[in-house]
Nanobody, 126 residues
Framework: QVQLVESGGGLVQVGGSLRLSCTVS????????MGWFRQAPGKERDFVAV????????NYADSVKGRFTISRDNARNTVYLQMNSLKPEDTAVYYC???????????????????WGQGTQVTVSS
């Protein structure tokens, strides 16, 4: 069983930055494509970013391109989400997710991911 634990959420002012971390245990971390999703109050959980197993490829939702950066450290079994220039609409619970190495290499739907963390709250105040 794979376990994912997020950390790094909190309250930040508009324009500020946060870095989320997600540490994975239970399976070989480098075998999994990793993604970040978020869920705002009253809304569905949406794709934010995805990173390949080696970290060589990434992709982002249009709403965060140029502001967020996903990265991973396979030696530390950890994936990160650096969030800059935060906006009130970024307020949400952020989840990391792991996808087993099955085609296609990248996936953007919630249903494509096999393992999930418990989420960490990010609140951007104006």
């Amino acid at each position: 069983q794979v376990q994912l634990v997020e950390s790094g959420g909190g309250l930040v002012q508009v324009g500020g930055s946060l870095r989320l971390s997600c540490t994975v245990s239970g399976r070989t971390f480098s075998d999994h494509v990793m993604g970040w999703f978020r869920q705002a109050p009253g809304k569905e959980r949406d794709f934010v970013a995805v990173i390949s197993r080696t970290g060589g490829s990434t992709n982002y939702a249009d709403s965060v391109k140029g502001r967020f950066t996903i990265s991973r450290d396979n030696a530390r079994n950890t994936v990160y989400l650096q969030m800059n220039s935060l906006k009130p609409e970024d307020t949400a619970v952020y989840y990391c997710a792991a996808r087993r190495p099955l085609p296609p290499a990248f996936a953007y739907a919630e249903s494509a991911y096999d393992y999930w963390g418990q989420g960490t709250q990010v609140t951007v105040s104006s």
